[in-house]
């Protein structure tokens, strides 16, 4: 068989609303429908489809045969009852189903078996119109997703290196960020069928771009075959996948095409609209019409229409970073949908001991510039460094500050769009990966190791998350006003809830001087209901000194913590932290780490081995902080936090 089509048709509960998975009801059913394309390579003959489906358990659910089919078979459907849905990574579960279709001569002879897993589930783009402009969501089983996730490239230069171990590995990485999706970019390649696998069984929804990125095309009736040809294998290759959230049609080239960056004719402006409004939405068309098409990204879905307005589609934004804006300016939008935002770090220093002598250990060192994503983006990293942190003395330092300066920047984004759910519905970080060991926007760098951005993402993606909008001298204020005016300190806490349950809780929040000691403290009792967020009021501390106070704050669900952090109201280069006298000890598998007044970015790190925690790069009180060992060990530990960035 040259192929099998697969499509679903939902009737009954859970078509629109948020399913009722498993009650015993007729009504509760889903229709398989499938088409066989049968390619013949001697006479034509006369043949037998069978077809069966297996639930989870490999149970046999029902046999269907087509006789006397010949060419291709026609559409056929297998109807189940109470199936069971597939969910994304923290809606629900992933059951995924086995399709086996068989054909047979009129021998009955086996000529040939095409076998898939497959996931039943509703999955498209919801684009409704409304108060704000037009919505952008993924939308699974007729229930919102806010899309939370990074963007995929190469996992390596040399593609053989990559093997289904690694993708694995690697995606479960994704997973235990509390990711539900990934946007496989659109400058790389299509990735393997066990990254496909992988993502049905975690649960990772794959905004699937075309291999089309950062160019003009030239079209001619040449390239319009090869690029049909491609577009048509992939597409009938990666189709059946419970996780396939969309196709896009290319990265960045309908606004770099409005905007001149690749000066493009305008033939090349009109064989653009020809194939990403023409070609390509025709072959899915024919080969896959039951999945969402998005023509660019970013776009407000195609035609040239203003693929910038903040009210439609997807965004790229990069003001932060490449523009250079304080991390405070992703509040300043109300975007639909971002599907990339990014900030680069220097990877640790065991990675760069992988690339450098001890005479290249200087960021300004050719080693070091050479491995570098971004022409200039060492001293773009030294430049917001000094609007937030004090300057380090030693390399070492210096790398761990710029991880910090990362993991802070997409944190205010993160938290940003989190706290705004409905109006935003997707923030997904540019960039999970890394190509080959090199300073970039990866939150895992070459050799698999976390960087503080991807713990940041761990507490950011956590389903139900506590986060605080405060005001005070931040990044963006001049510090070298001789005698500045009153500056309002305010605090405002939100719970963000990503479940499909109501949460109940306690809010406790504490204003601290740098000792850890409480000057003021409160605690409120909340409930936040399924895939919503709660405002908690406004709190003003102008009468306080923004450079010895701090707000820390938790949701706890049933007396456990499930998310806490701090807050400052200035750069932490004009804190006057005191040394929190950070010490650890072990205690089987976990580290119990112990400070004396506040801590803020407490780093631990394995001298004599990689060591992945329940938690790094996080800030604490006075006291102590228990953080498993989940992988890896050593013999002996470091810790510091920003005290020692000095």
């Known amino acids: 068989m040259e192929q099998v089509y697969i499509t679903q048709n939902w009737t009954g509960q859970g078509n629109g609303d948020v399913p009722v998975c498993g009650e015993d009801s007729t009504e509760n059913l889903v229709d398989i429908t499938y088409s066989a394309c049968i390619e013949e390579f001697a006479q034509e003959g006369t043949y037998e489809i069978r077809t069966a489906l297996y639930a989870p358990d490999d149970a046999l659910i029902v046999e ?41 001569d009129d021998a009955g002879e086996v000529l040939d078996t095409w076998s898939r897993r497959i996931g039943l589930r509703t999955m498209t783009m919801n684009t409704e119109k409304d108060e704000w402009g037009e919505c952008f969501a993924h939308e699974v089983n007729g229930v919102k997703i806010f ?25 479960e990485d994704a997973v235990a960020a509390n990711y539900n999706c990934i946007r496989v970019w659109g400058g790389g390649y299509y990735p393997d069928d066990w990254f496909f696998d992988t993502c049905d069984e ?40 419970a996780c396939l959230g969309l196709w896009c049609g290319n990265n960045e080239m309908e606004t770099q095409t409005l905007d001149g960056a690749w000066k493009p004719s305008i033939k090349q402006k009109s064989d653009y609209i020809k194939i990403f409004e023409y070609i390509i939405p025709q072959i899915l068309e024919e080969e896959d019409p039951a999945t969402f098409y998005w023509p660019s990204s970013p776009s407000s879905g ?61 960021i300004f060192s050719r080693v070091m510039e050479m491995h570098q994503r971004n022409t200039a983006a060492n001293g773009k990293i030294m430049s917001y460094l000094s609007a937030t942190y004090l300057y380090p003395t030693d390399f070492e330092t210096l790398l761990y500050a710029s991880q910090l300066l990362q993991a802070e920047a997409i944190r205010y984004g993160i938290e940003h769009f989190r706290r705004n759910r409905g109006r935003c519905m997707g923030a997904v970080v540019w960039q999970l990966n890394d190509i080959w060991p090199v300073a970039s926007w990866a939150s895992i760098d070459y ?30 204020r001049p510090f070298c006003v001789a005698q500045p005016a009153p500056i309002e300190k305010s605090a405002r806490l939100h719970v963000a809830n990503e479940t499909m349950e109501r949460v109940d809780g306690v809010v406790r929040w504490a204003l601290r001087r740098a000792s850890g000691e409480v000057i003021l403290d409160g605690a409120e009792e909340v409930s936040v209901e399924p895939l919503s967020g709660l405002w908690l009021p406004k709190m003003d501390f102008s009468s306080y000194n923004e450079l010895e106070v701090y707000i820390s704050y938790s949701f706890a669900q049933d007396g456990v913590v499930v998310s806490e952090s701090t807050s400052l109201f200035t750069a932490p280069k004009h804190f006057r932290f005191c040394d929190p006298g950070l010490r650890l000890r072990r205690e089987g598998n976990a580290l119990i780490i112990t400070a004396q007044a506040y801590a803020k970015q407490v780093a631990v790190e394995g001298v004599d081995g990689d060591v992945k925690f329940s938690d790094n790069f996080f800030d604490m009180n006075p006291g102590e902080r228990r953080v498993e060992i989940l992988e890896g060990d050593a013999s002996a530990f470091t810790i510091k936090s920003v005290y020692q960035i000095r």
């Open 147 to 171: 899309a939370m996730g990074a963007d995929y490239i190469p996992e390596d230069n040399i593609l053989s290196r990559v093997t289904p171990e690694r993708t694995r590995r690697l995606l």
């Open 302 to 362: 195609g035609n040239y229409d203003n693929p910038w307005d903040e009210n439609r589609g997807d965004t790229h934004y990069w003001a932060v970073w490449h523009g250079n804006k304080p991390f405070t300016d992703y509040r300043n939008y109300y975007f639909r949908y971002m599907s990339e935002f990014g900030f680069q770090s220097f990877p640790c220093l065991k990675t760069v001991e992988a690339f450098t002598a001890p005479e290249d250990r200087n």
């Open 447 to 476: 050799f698999g190791r976390w960087k503080a951005l991807h713990y940041a993402e761990k507490r950011a993606f956590a389903p139900v998350l506590i986060s605080c909008e405060e005001t005070g001298e931040l990044s963006e």
């Open 64 to 104: 269907n045969s087509s006789k006397d089919a010949s060419g291709e078979s026609g559409w056929d459907t297998i109807t189940v009852k109470n199936p069971k849905r597939w969910w994304p990574h923290g809606y629900g579960e992933q059951p995924l189903y086995r399709a086996e279709v068989t054909l047979v």
């Open 202 to 241: 975690l649960g990772l929804i794959v905004w699937q771009d075309f291999m089309f990125a950062c160019a003009s095309y030239e079209l001619d009736a040449d390239f319009a075959r090869n690029i049909s040809a491609e577009i048509r294998d992939n597409v009938r290759r990666i189709r059946h996948h």
